[in-house]
Every structure is written in structure tokens, then in C-alpha cells.
């Protein structure tokens, strides 16, 4: 089987942790490196679970590499309201590993294994696009090695934490902006339709039987997931934390959407989704109300030249078949 190389990047919190379990036991996925950046939680907690998650799934040969510790031209804005103190609640590591840990910082370990490929490398981001911006502003010469990138984030007419933006756009809209003008191609699996990417409570039940150290990762994680399990002891910064209701909104019912999995399943098992595009996008980046939403032009308003349109709407998913995926490569890691 031939495999897709990539590179992810990640600000781990729970789902970037349940996004790996799934990029990590795919067969057709060849993992160049996973590199980290501040983003649900500082960019210290993002790297320390990714080495830790990495070493759990039996994976601690991947390189990691960490990257930004804030945003381009703002004070960075967290989620530890969502993902916990550490980005993980609900699961404890025995202790932390850091042998996988790159010297370099995240976009020059990105430049050396995209310039030292036989083959294009799809670059998929699961948090802020902060390190990717340094990339393609540091060394724009890697753009044609650059296959495509793959973003968890941007929406149509839906947000979170606010009506119309999402959250790994509004941390840093500025470095998205870089980004999606960048000229590669840009896929964004939006929160239109992650937000039907979802467990119910009773397929979460599921994931009680299974057995392995993915499971109980999951385990720990999935039922800790949200402003609403928040614990007397975390240690929040309220002047950094974003807080919504929305989250909760999210899970109403008992049910969880399955954001940085799906990301990384569109990559794994590209036919349970459908694409539209390619379009104009643009985001806001000094709104006062409305910084970090997307503004993706599908009727074309804007007359841009077809050269100006390069993102493309991952713009339905195939729930049962992403649940059953989810369910495979956890129990994947029993073997053995």
C-alpha cells in the first residue's frame, strides 16, 4: 500500500489526542513528524501530551518538534476551560517522555523534512496556523513541496467560541490570513460539518468495553470533555481562557463531536466526506465583533480570478463510517 506522507500539527488537547489514535494506527498514513503549537492549551502542555500520547500508542519514533508559544500579533487565548489545565483531564501519564524531542523549532524541522522528500508532504494543522505562517513566511520556497493543507477549523454560518468564528482561526486570524493566501492548496474541514461528527452517549458507552492504551486514553478523556467538567482543582488562567456555552450546547444530549478526528480522518479514509471548491476565503482579523470568521465567497460575490481561489469545504461526512473508523483504531492497539 502506498502511503501519503504527512506532517501534523497539533495544539493536543483531547481531540488532537483522539485524532492521533486515528492517524497513528492508519496504514495508508506515513508520519513524517507531528510538531506543536500553542493553542487549546500553552504550547509547553501541547508538547509534553504529544510526546507523551505519541510514546503511549507505541509511536515514539515520530520526531516532534515544538513551535509558537503564542499567537503572530495577539495574546494567545486558550481552551483549558474545554481541554483541562494540563489539555488532558481525565487522564494522567505515569511520567513524561522527551525522547522524540527535536532541537530545532517546529517550521525549520518542517523545511527539513519537506525539502529532503522524494514527494509532495500534506501538512495537516489541528490547532492555530501559527507555525505554518513562520514556515511559509521564513522559507517560501517550500510552498511547491507542500502537497496540500488539511485545517481543522473555519465555518460557513456556525461558531464556536463565537456566532460566527472558530476557535483555531480567532486564536491566530492573522497567521490563517498568511496561510489561505498562500497559494497552496487549502482544505478546511469546517465546523459546519464536524458538528455532525459525533458521538452519542450510548456509542460513547462503546468505548468502555474496549480494551488497550488507547482505550483507556479514550476513556479517560471523552467523558472529561467540556466547560462542564471543569474540577476544583485545575489551575485556570481566567485572563487567557476562552468560555462559552456553547461547547456544552455541543454535547447536549450526551453526545461529543468528533472535531480533530474527523480532520484526520479526511485524510485517512478521504471517501466519507465530500468536497466542494475550490473558493475565495478571507478572514477577519479586526472585527469587534466578529474577528476570526471566515469568509469563504461560494457564490463567488467577489469575481476573484480563479488563480485567488484555493480552499476548498469539506462540506459533509459520513457519521456512521467516521464512528466505526474511530472504533478500529482504538481496538487497533490491542494487538500485540
Request: hydrophobic share 35%; net charge negative; with cysteine.
Given at each position: 500500500m502506498k502511503k501519503k506522507p504527512v506532517m501534523i500539527d497539533v495544539d493536543t488537547g483531547i481531540d488532537d489526542a483522539m485524532a492521533l489514535v486515528i492517524a497513528?494506527?492508519?496504514?495508508?498514513?506515513?508520519?513524517?513528524?507531528?510538531?506543536?503549537?500553542?493553542?487549546?492549551?500553552?504550547?509547553?502542555?501541547?508538547?509534553?501530551?504529544?510526546?507523551?500520547?505519541?510514546?503511549?500508542l507505541g509511536r515514539?519514533?515520530?520526531?516532534?518538534?515544538?513551535?509558537?508559544?503564542?499567537?503572530?500579533?495577539r495574546p494567545l487565548a486558550k481552551a483549558s476551560y474545554v481541554h483541562g489545565a494540563t489539555g488532558l483531564r481525565g487522564y494522567n501519564f505515569k511520567e513524561n517522555v522527551r525522547y522524540a524531542l527535536r532541537e530545532e523549532p517546529a517550521w525549520d524541522f518542517m523545511r527539513q523534512v519537506l525539502e529532503s522528500s522524494g514527494e509532495k508532504v500534506t501538512l495537516c494543522a489541528l490547532g492555530p496556523v501559527t507555525n505554518l505562517a513562520v514556515l511559509i513566511e521564513k522559507y517560501p520556497e517550500v510552498k511547491p513541496k507542500i502537497e496540500r493543507i488539511v485545517f481543522m477549523?473555519?465555518?460557513?454560518?456556525?461558531?464556536n467560541p463565537g456566532p460566527v468564528q472558530t476557535f483555531n482561526v480567532m486564536v491566530d486570524p492573522e497567521a490563517f490570513r498568511?496561510?489561505?493566501?498562500?497559494?497552496?492548496?487549502?482544505?478546511?474541514?469546517?465546523?459546519?460539518?464536524?458538528?455532525?461528527?459525533?458521538?452519542?452517549?450510548?456509542?460513547k458507552e462503546a468505548v468502555k468495553e474496549m480494551a488497550g492504551p488507547a482505550a483507556e486514553l479514550v476513556q479517560g478523556v471523552l467523558f472529561s470533555y467540556g466547560a462542564a467538567f471543569v474540577t476544583g482543582d485545575e489551575q485556570l488562567d481566567d485572563?487567557?481562557?476562552?468560555?462559552?456555552?456553547?461547547?456544552?450546547?455541543?454535547?447536549?444530549?450526551?453526545?461529543?463531536?468528533?472535531?480533530?478526528?474527523?480532520?484526520?480522518?479526511?485524510?485517512?479514509?478521504?471517501?466519507?466526506?465530500?468536497?466542494?471548491?475550490p473558493y475565495y476565503c478571507d478572514v477577519e482579523c479586526k472585527?469587534?465583533?466578529?474577528?476570526?470568521?471566515?469568509?469563504i465567497?461560494?457564490?463567488?460575490?467577489?469575481?476573484?480570478?480563479?488563480?485567488?481561489?484555493?480552499?476548498?469545504?469539506v462540506d459533509s461526512v459520513n457519521r456512521e463510517g467516521l464512528k466505526d473508523l474511530f472504533y478500529r483504531s482504538i481496538r487497533h492497539y490491542q494487538k500485540g
Open positions: 497513528c494506527a492508519a496504514e495508508n498514513l506515513d508520519i513524517k513528524g507531528v510538531t506543536t503549537v500553542a493553542g487549546n492549551v500553552e504550547v509547553k502542555d501541547t508538547t509534553r501530551n504529544t510526546l507523551n500520547v505519541l510514546d503511549l515514539g519514533d515520530i520526531p516532534v518538534a515544538a513551535g509558537a508559544a503564542a499567537p503572530l500579533a477549523g473555519a465555518s460557513y454560518h456556525t461558531g498568511q496561510v489561505v493566501h498562500s497559494g497552496v492548496p487549502f482544505y478546511a474541514v469546517p465546523l459546519d460539518t464536524t458538528r455532525k461528527a459525533y458521538l452519542t452517549a450510548q456509542e485572563g487567557q481562557e476562552v468560555s462559552t456555552t456553547t461547547g456544552n450546547k455541543e454535547r447536549e444530549g450526551g453526545k461529543t463531536c468528533l472535531h480533530d478526528p474527523s480532520t484526520v480522518a479526511f485524510l485517512t479514509a478521504p471517501e466519507l466526506f465530500t468536497v466542494a471548491g472585527g469587534e465583533l466578529t474577528s476570526g470568521f471566515t469568509l465567497d461560494k457564490e463567488d460575490w467577489y469575481c476573484k480570478d480563479e488563480d485567488e481561489k484555493h480552499f476548498y469545504f
